[in-house]
């Protein structure tokens, strides 16, 4: 527990491998200070410097960075890192389907992986809205109404309009009409009844 400069970087006073200090030489990773003839070293990780030492960092994504998904060397919430060592930085990504909406990665997430209902792959899909994603609450998605992209089985029809009465009424049929050819890429047409 007594450094002894030149001839040691470091000492902790103990023998233990790889906690920052072994041999009396600073790991890689680490820091050291406070080494004298009286007290020992007190070693902790480099946090930032892109090696990853478990158990001490979840994660090191080499940088300083906020809410990137690697934060103090703390995996932030609806993020999951992988690849960290003592050799390589941390890789962290949002994890799609969570219900936690990273919205400078994820346009929407509504805590599924269910294709086609508004929110696929964390992305909006074609004739959706999505509102109400964040840190603590999943997206909403609904179809856009009047946007003439015909969302079965959600919309009966959609005629490109928000006109009441003209036989596609809030993507309903009007009673007394048919509406036909209506998809995600063409509006519904929409005829009376003869007869």
Not at 18 to 23: Q, V
Not at 43 to 60: F, L, V, W
Not at 95 to 100: A, E, P, Q, S, T
């Amino acid at each position: 527990g007594r450094q002894i400069t030149p001839h040691e970087a470091c000492d902790d006073g103990n023998g233990v491998v790889s906690d920052g200090c072994t041999n009396c030489q600073i790991d890689l990773g680490w820091a050291c200070t406070g080494g004298s003839l009286y007290s020992p070293s007190v070693c902790k990780t480099i946090c930032g410097d892109g090696r990853q030492i478990t158990p001490h960092e979840a994660c090191d994504d080499g940088n300083g960075l906020v809410s990137d998904g690697c934060t103090e060397c703390k995996i932030d919430r609806g993020w999951a890192c992988t690849g960290g060592s003592v050799s390589s930085s941390s890789v962290c990504k949002p994890i799609c389907g969570d219900g936690i909406q990273i919205t400078s990665h994820e346009p929407c997430d509504d805590e599924n992986n269910v294709a086609s209902d508004g929110c696929t792959n964390c992305q909006i899909d074609l004739g959706w809205a999505c509102t109400g994603g964040s840190l603590y609450s999943p997206s909403v998605c609904k179809t856009i109404c009047g946007d003439g992209r015909q969302i079965t089985p959600h919309e009966a029809c959609d005629d490109k309009n928000n006109v009441v009465s003209d036989g596609c009424t809030n993507c309903q049929i009007d009673i007394g009409w048919a509406c036909t050819g209506g998809s995600l890429y063409s509006p519904s047409v929409c005829k009376t009844i003869c007869g």
